[in-house]
C-alpha cells in the first residue's frame, strides 16, 4: 500500500497509546511520587525559587508549566493540587512521548510497525520508573527528541527552531536535536555536492546550536551558577565499583534486551538519514557515562527514537517498509 508522508494519524492507534501511556503514569505515581512526596515537593520548590542545586536548576520548562497547573487547582482539589498536577502531567507527558515516537516511526515503516516499535519502548518504560523521586523532564525528553526527528526528516525549520529552546528548558541534552540536523543532512549531501552543499548545510545548523547554548548560557547567568551536584570524580568513583558496575550492566541490558544486537545489525540496512542521526547516539551515551550515575537506565529513554527505529531495519531479505531518503517515497509490506 502507499505510504505518504501526508496520511492520518489513526484514531485508534492513537488512544491505544493513550491509554497505555495512562497505566504506565498510575505506576509511575505508585513507584516515584509516593515514594517520597516531600522531597519531591522541596525539590520542585528549589526549583522555581532558583536555589536546586545545578543541573536540575536550570531545568525549568516542566515545573514552571505544572505550577501554573497547581495554582489553578488550588480552587478545585485544596490541599491536593500539587499531587493532581504531577499526576495530569505525568500522563500527558507519557501519552505525548508515545504519540511523538509513533509519529516519527510513521516516517519510516508502515501505521502497524510504527505502532509496534511505540509500544516496544512503552514495554521498556517500567524498569525506569526508580532511583529518583522528582525527574519530570525524563518523561518528555523522548517525546522531544522524536518530535526533533519528525521535523528534521521534514526540513520543518521554523518548527525546529521553536522546539529547540523549549527543548533547552527542559534539558541541556536538547543539543542532540540541532546534532542530528547537522548530521542528517551532511549525509544528503556528502556524495552528491561539493564542498560549498556542506558549508551550507552547517550554516543552517549554526543558527539551532546557537539557540541552545543561547538558552543553556542564558539560565545559568539569570538563574546563577552553582556546582554540579555530583563531580564527575565523585560519578566515577560511584560507577566503577564492582557492584554497581554489575548492577548497570544488568539493567543496561533488561532495557532493550535483544535490541542492542537488532539495533546494530539493523545499522548497516538502514537509510542514511536513520545512520547518520543514529551517530548521536554514541555521543549521548558518552555524555552519560561521564555525568551521570550508569544504572539509572531512564537516561537512555532519548534513544528510543533511534535505537528502535534501527532495530526495525533488521528484516527479511527484500522486504521494504521504508523511504529512502529525506524527501522519498516510502512504501509498506
Known sequence: MANDRTRKLRWEHIALLVSVAWSLAYQYYVRVDCSAPSAMLQLHNEILS?????PYRYRVL?????????????????????????????VAALSFTLIALYTYFRDWFSDDRALLGSLIAAATMGL???????????????????????????????????????AAMNRETAVMIPLAYAAAHLAEEWRQTGVGAKIKVLLRAGPYFVEWA???????????STP?????????SLNTQ???VSLSMG??????????????????????????????????????????????????????AVQVSVCAFRRRKGSQSYKTSLSGPSSTS
Open 128 to 166: 525506569v520508573f526508580q532511583d529518583h523521586y522528582l525527574q519530570p523532564w525524563s518523561l518528555i525528553e523522548p517525546g522531544v527528541l522524536a518530535l526533533g526527528l519528525h521535523l528534521v526528516c521534514h526540513d520543518k525549520r521554523l518548527l525546529l527552531a521553536v522546539l529547540i529552546p523549549l
Open 242 to 244: 564492582p557492584g554497581n
Open 251 to 304: 539493567r543496561i541490558t533488561m532495557f532493550l534486551g535483544v535490541l542492542w544486537v537488532f539495533a546494530f545489525l539493523g545499522f548497516w540496512e538502514s537509510p542514511k538519514f536513520i545512520q547518520a542521526t543514529g551517530l548521536i547516539a554514541p555521543v549521548y551515551v558518552g555524555l552519560t557515562l561521564v555525568f551521570a550515575l550508569w544504572w539509572e537506565v531512564r537516561l537512555l529513554m532519548p534513544l528510543y
Open 50 to 54: 532558583g536555589t536546586a542545586p545545578s
Open 228 to 236: 554540579q551536584i555530583d563531580s564527575m570524580q565523585y560519578l566515577w
Open 214 to 224: 543561547a538558552v543553556f548560557y542564558g539560565l545559568r547567568l539569570v538563574r546563577g
Open 62 to 90: 516542566v515545573p514552571f508549566l505544572v505550577d501554573q497547573v497547581k495554582t489553578i487547582l488550588h480552587f478545585l482539589v485544596p490541599g491536593r493540587e500539587f499531587t493532581m498536577a504531577y499526576r495530569g502531567y505525568e
